[in-house]
């Protein structure tokens, strides 16, 4: 039992929180949908359905992600997230359908809405409640990319690097941006039918609501596609890990470098070149101390390398910030 809570420990934070958020949110929308008859609060809770359905599946499906590889599988199981993700593409899509479906229905037969201030209520608690889920994410990207920022530095900084984010947390990144913005869409049209006699509101902010789930249906199903075919790391993780094997003073220069992203671990493969004059098994020892010293790196789960006399050819440029050894 202790190595299952263990497991779950390791699942991504911000699908479990965002799961748990749109579970509950999903029950209050529908019972208030349903008493009071509006087809925002129907689009709204539709939407922490589908995230609540969604981000279930993606914190289990990180859990599995961080399994250790196996002989059957020797690069591990960082893909298997992409998987839960793709799942996650075809629930938003589906009710996305409905929504709009419904959208369409309200405009073609207007109905006006009651309870208002059980609307009102409930979609400003949706609201506060994304919000903290999208804070969250914003500060878990920051996390696994570490990057420095600090207050409202926070939300450009999140924005700049949610692409090197874990695939959950991207998941929930940009499925709360329209949670919190399909809640405050929802708000406006209970609030406008309220006061006013234009009952095509509530249908156009339905619509509205399905439209951008069905935009991060596609973000989301696009980068997971990637992620299953195979993508190479950004620009900043291949100067990291440059960075380190540069570290070692007996290395002269990379010959090749490739790094593949699986989930959130990256696939190094190289060949570094060494000083002159070296025998053999001292070569090995270099190689096993630059490999060790990437190992480190959380991100990294292997590397592949060999190594190559220095050839007097300067093959790859050196990072700015280590110029020289």
Known sequence: MSSFWAALKKGNMSSATAALGNTGLAIVKGLAAAYSGSGAMFASAMHSIADAVNQGFVFFGSVLAEKKPTSRFPTGFGRVINLFCMVAVIVVTIMAYETIKEGIHLIKQPTASSHFWINFII???AIVVDGYVLVKAMNEIVHETRVEAKGLGIISAAFRNVGRAAPPTRLV???DIVATTGALLALIAVIVTQFSSFALLDGIATILIGILMIGVAFKVGYDNMVGLIGVAAPKEIE???ARIIFADSDVTDINRLRIV???RFYHVECYIEL?????????????YRVRDSLLMDPDISDVTMGILEDNGVSDWRRPENLEAN
Do not use: C, N, S
Not at 275 to 286: F, S
């Open 123 to 125: 979609l400003f608690l």
């Open 173 to 175: 990144f940009y499925e």
């Open 261 to 263: 992203q699986e989930g």
């Open 275 to 287: 000083r002159e004059g070296l025998t053999l098994a001292v070569a090995d020892d270099i190689k």
């Open 239 to 241: 100067d990291r890990v």
